[in-house]
């Protein structure tokens, strides 16, 4: 599940709050694609032949390239505070990126011309 919404101008505090204006301002994928460019794609993570399949089309057709498998657990990651800071610091990378979430949950900030959006994927 994907929840997007418009995020407060001038967030601050804890960065892992959602930060939603008041009243909430829900936002659908397609309305978020169409304001910045952001695609959204729900895999079959149960089936792993049907999955491979889609991840080789979608690498070719959006020329990817390079992956990398990322695990964050408090438990097991070492220097895991820095690390949680680390992805709280704005980046921008001029070639696209993809991000696939297995288990748990993230938040993404993106940005269009008018306003700041952040986008919520939540998975169960």
Partial sequence: MVQ??????????????PHHVFPPKIITPDELSRRTGTLYWKLDTLDPVALSKRLKVMKMERH?????IFTLDAETTANFRDKIDELFEESNHPEDQARMIIEGSAYYDVEDKARHRQTHPLFA
């Fill in 4 to 17: 997007i919404w418009q995020m407060e101008p001038y967030p601050c505090g804890d960065p892992r709050l």
């Fill in 64 to 68: 990817f390239n390079k992956e990398d």
